[in-house]
């Protein structure tokens, strides 16, 4: 999954990729739930007849019940975290690394303690007479103190989330609504998959994913740790084994005590018996001596090597023995073992010594000895006390066999939209379906395209099917045929998918349309305190541009402000193309505090228009401009974001002084403007 790499002239202003669509309201409406839920006003606040009911502040998943109350809690200066003691062995660490990340965003520091609540302060317990939230659900009150409840720490722990991303959108940090929101999710497992077998990630940005993932109550991340570029595991007992870039059992259990902090699970995926390229290279005794089973047609697998010789005695001995070794350097309670991809039927009815295999074994198909062999190792990881999972392949593209994979191995569906048929049999079901929620960028260039999430329909259209059995949905994230991508480039295709996922498997109230979701979810932003949060496009409107066609195609400069990444301002074909530079420029609808900008190019799959060479500039007065920061854009299609020295200024110009194909004409899918907060005691992010 190959793009070009990101570069910038000016090294003040920082290009990441980042998908930037609309920013909309603050907030959701109402949810209404019983009365008795109503939360008290606080000391501070007027009389309730005086204030409207608060609307339901807005998350990313949006908040499932909400009873609104009037006026705000607060967050200052002596404002406490409160556990039991009591409850001090099983919620201190949610405590502290809520206080941590608070302190962060807030730039205040948050004390952990015992205690009678003062106002202001935030209790947290986990203990509840609300037996409907299950085991990930909590109650959030917002009073003269904030309380969160729930069955379990994991619960809390979401709660503190909840927490967080209402006082992010706060332009102070400070403010969380009075109310009482009730909360659990619709699904147990809301996955991603990440494959660092193809690509390898550092342990720092695996940690980034999961605090993000944490950040949208994602709570399980399963790594594709191995296939033909690499085997991503460090062993004591086969030194050689792993990649150069590889995780070593130190590097592993920092990670899984990152996770554990954020209440994410990371489930390990070592691929068997196909995608084994790298073990194969590392003893070639473990290969087929026949071409058809040795060689295979995904991309890796050209030159051999790509499935393990099962029939030997001596594969399942080392294989028996890696495991032995990798599966109690983790925690999960799941160990994946792969599956997939190991050759059609053709293929193996045309390998000697697969087919002699299965006859001296009786098998009635040659598909009936890796079903076996996938058994054999379920039995393995269960004596570990763990549950194997594993792709589903035996059944997929007419392949036959005669014997089943047993009934007590979770399986990923993937093939399927629905994934019913599965748990119909009795199998536990985790949903990936290929066309909904693979994100393959190496594939796909256009939204709908292979690999390119067509986010619009996923979210308005798709059911998310989830019938007994089904334990939840997973995006899977693959880096084939673009290897050498950096994170960020990736990043760019999965972040929308990762988003629509976590507010579909919640399951609470939708937006109107995708772009409005987006909006909410820019306006909020990720866990960093200091990443810039978009402003608001409702009070934006173009004021001047330089050329526009929506003759041949509707392509107005309008479209840079729709929130919608399917259209996109071009300048006029005819009846003559005008000569760069070109310009838009935008009143904001008010003085803000300016930092820096997104711009996404077209994402129709043409490059016509793509911006190399920018300028972008501020003003007070639509007249009088000021530049704040120029450089020059990939060509590639992800969003590009510009950060500059903070500025506050009503109007903005964003002129396009070259485009990537040296043609005469610029377009732009969507123009976001980047803002910062003023938080308490003089303290500004950069």
Known sequence: MKGLTRRTRRPRCTTLTRTALAVGALLLPLTATSPSMAAAPGPRDPAPRTRAVNPAPAVLPSLREWQGGRGHWRLTGSSRILVSRAEAAELTETARTFASDLSALSGRTIPVTSGSARPGDMVLTAHTDDRGLGTEGYRLTSAAALTIEAPTPTGVFYGTQTVQQILKADPRRARVPKGTAREWPRMGQRAQMLDVGRKFYPVSYLKSQIRLMAWQKLNTFHLHLTDWRGFRIRTEKFPGLAAKESYSAADLRELQDYARRYHVEIIPEVDLPGHATPITAYDPRLRFSCASMDKAQWPGGEKGGWTLDITKEHTRRFVHDLLEE?????????????????????????????????????????????????????????????????????????????????????????????????????????????????????????????????????????????????????????????????????????????????????????????????????????????????????????????????????????????????????????????????????????????????????????????????????????????????????????????????????????????????????????????????????????
Request: overall charge negative.
């Open 326 to 686: 990798i599966i109690p350097m983790f925690d999960s309670r799941y160990f994946h073992v792969g599956g997939d991809e190991i050759g059609y039927d053709n293929v193996k009815n045309a390998c000697p010594e697969l087919v002699a295999y299965q006859k001296e074994r009786g098998f009635a198909y040659p598909g009936d000895v890796f079903v076996d062999f996938l058994n054999t190792l379920n039995r393995q990881v269960r004596s570990h006390g763990k549950t194997t999972e594993a792709w589903e392949w035996w059944n997929v593209y007419g392949q036959k066999s005669s014997i089943a994979p047993d009934k007590n191995i979770v399986i990923d569906t993937w093939v399927s939209d629905d994934p019913s048929a599965l748990a119909d049999q009795g199998y536990r079901v985790v949903a990936t379906p290929e066309q909904r929620l693979y994100v393959s960028p190496g594939f796909g260039r256009k939204p709908g395209a292979y690999g390119y999430v067509d986010v619009r329909a996923v979210y308005e259209d798709y059911a998310f099917p989830a019938p007994d059995n089904v334990s939840g949905y997973k995006v899977a994230r693959w880096s084939d045929k673009a290897e050498e991508e950096s994170p960020e480039w990736f990043d760019f295709f999965a972040r929308r998918p990762l988003q629509v996922l976590a507010e579909r498997a919640w399951g609470g109230p939708r937006s109107a349309t995708v772009w409005e979701f987006f909006a909410r979810a820019d306006a909020i932003g990720g866990p960093s305190p200091d990443e810039q949060t978009a402003l608001s496009k409702s009070g934006m409107r173009v004021t001047s541009v330089d050329s526009e066609e929506t003759v041949a195609e509707q392509a107005s400069a309008a479209n840079a402000l729709d929130n919608d990444p399917y259209t996109h301002w071009h300048t006029a074909y005819s009846p003559a193309p005008a000569a760069l530079p070109h310009e838009i420029t935008v009143d904001t609808g008010g003085r803000h505090r300016l930092s820096g900008f997104r711009y996404l190019p077209r994402q129709d799959g043409g490059v016509n228009g793509r911006v190399r060479d920018y300028e972008f500039s501020v003003s007070d007065d639509g007249r009088t401009w000021r530049t704040v920061a120029t450089g020059s854009f990939a060509d590639d299609q992800t969003e590009k974001e510009v950060t500059f020295k903070t500025t506050t200024a009503r109007h903005i110009r964003f002129r396009a002084l070259s485009a990537t194909n040296d043609g005469p004409f610029t377009s732009v899918a969507e123009l976001t403007v980047l803002q910062v907060p003023a938080l308490p005691g003089g303290h500004r992010t950069p």
